[in-house]
């Protein structure tokens, strides 16, 4: 079975500085994806970036990015300029890209708080 | 589109009463699934769907039953609710079982006392 451990259950940031989030999974697959969620205190979850295994080049979406580390099984977020709207929750999570596999596989979250 | 709705928001339970939290997507997505979430842990899977008639359980199955007799509902029943399923509940829907981007509901908040 897949795990996905996020070591750092709090963050804090000024605000327009730079923050990484860390995550590392496990898993014994070759072909899977990666994701980065936020929930902010209204509960949604919002899909922030995803990654493909496959694919060397890392994701990014204007101030997110993402450094996918393959071998070492790394999936750290990077948020530049940060804003008081990022405070919220974020979750990495796994999913498998095998046919008929289940759903995501989710750590603990960390809890990134803005500084004004 | 509405996307992803889940009804009720929130709900008090007591234990052993039974109750169906309603899931409906209008995207025409295969792929349905139901996580809790408990203080301090991320989304757990409960159960999933890859179409209509289709079900599997997930991590944490134990004490709900689904059913998908459409490709828009997935409801998840509790047929004798206990205070450890106490949980804020998320409904998701993707295109495909794997590939797809998994969008979610608002969440249901559930107490059972």
């Known amino acids: 079975a897949q795990t996905v451990t996020q070591s750092q259950p709090e963050m804090s940031v000024q605000e327009a500085e730079t923050v990484t989030l860390s995550c590392t999974y496990d898993t014994s697959e070759s072909d899977y994806y990666l994701f980065w969620y936020k929930q902010p205190p209204s509960r949604q979850m919002i899909l922030v970036i995803r990654?493909?295994?496959?694919?060397?080049q890392n994701a990014t979406e204007n101030r997110f990015s993402v450094n996918f580390q393959k071998a070492a099984k790394s999936f750290s977020l990077k948020i530049s300029d940060s804003q008081l709207g990022d405070a919220a929750m974020y979750f990495c999570?796994?999913?498998?890209?095998?046919?008929?596999?289940?759903?995501?596989?989710f750590g603990k979250g960390t809890h990134l708080i803005i500084q004004p | 589109n509405a996307g992803v709705t889940q009804t009720p928001k929130f709900q008090v339970l007591k234990t052993g009463q039974s109750m169906t939290l309603q899931c409906a997507q209008d995207m025409n997505h295969e792929y349905m699934s139901w996580y809790r979430q408990d203080p301090g842990m991320g989304l757990r899977l409960i159960h999933y769907?890859?179409?209509?008639?289709?079900?599997d359980q997930g991590e944490v199955p134990n004490g709900y039953n689904v059913s998908r007799s459409t490709t828009e509902d997935f409801p998840l029943r509790l047929l004798s609710a206990a205070p450890s399923q106490t949980s804020v509940y998320f409904c998701a829907s993707s295109y495909s079982g794997t590939r797809g981007e998994q969008y979610f509901g608002p969440g249901t908040r559930l107490t059972v006392t």
């Open positions: 990654q493909e295994a496959y694919k060397q």
């Open positions: 769907s890859v179409g209509a008639g289709i079900t």
């Open positions: 999570a796994y999913r498998s890209a095998r046919g008929g596999a289940d759903g995501l596989t």
